[in-house]
């Protein structure tokens, strides 16, 4: 998924325009996180569903942020959010995942994925990308969204018998709060 691989530099200004691309060659855009999707890592509709929803929460997120002064890379963040769950289904998807990003190039990327199931908020008490990734995840149930209350509420009633899970899903709803808090 290359949207470089045919772009021809012939003329300054196709120069310029490759410049410019540049900058984002570790980012897929919404197109070729269709490809990844469809073609090469081929991702059930549903899960795909899911990632459409959660990249629109990311979205509404970081143009809040925006809006408030704050600068961010919603490119990535986007990008992040439709693959984040590229491999669910595998063991410790978010690591799978992130490593067939790695493997196309899109290092920035795998980055986010990599941990957005299990996050600690960034220490200086700021937002990263990850940070909203992680919340916008936690938003979204299937394609619904939700209070990330819910889904946690939820969770611990599924999982409520295990101490262990129970401990992880306490750690995750705290840090959800946190991010939110922030926010």
């Known amino acids: 998924p290359d949207r470089h691989v045919l772009f021809d530099v012939d003329r300054p200004a196709d120069y310029a325009e490759l410049r410019a691309r540049w900058r984002t060659r570790d980012v897929p855009t919404?197109?070729?996180c269709a490809v990844i999707m469809t073609t090469i890592h081929p991702t059930p509709l549903a899960l795909r569903g899911h990632g459409d929803e959660v990249a629109?929460?990311?979205d509404a997120l970081a143009r809040a942020l925006e809006e408030a002064g704050e600068a961010l890379d919603s490119g990535l963040l986007q990008a992040a959010a439709l693959l984040h769950d590229l491999a669910k289904g595998h063991p410790g998807h978010a690591r799978t995942g992130a490593a067939w990003l790695r493997d196309m190039g899109f290092d920035a990327v795998a980055a986010l994925?990599?941990?957005h199931g299990d996050r600690e908020p960034a220490p200086d008490g700021g937002l990263s990308p990850a940070d909203l990734l992680y919340l916008a995840d936690k938003c979204v149930i299937g394609q619904r969204r939700v209070d990330p209350e819910e889904r946690f509420?939820?969770?611990?009633a599924r999982f409520g018998g295990d101490p262990q899970a129970g401990r992880q899903i306490q750690r995750r709803r705290l840090a959800a709060r946190t991010i939110r808090r922030r926010l």
């Not at 509420?153 to 611990?156: I, K, L, P, S």
């Open 30 to 32: 919404p197109a070729e």
């Open 56 to 58: 629109r929460v990311a």
């Open 113 to 115: 994925v990599a941990d």
């Open 153 to 156: 509420d939820a969770a611990q």
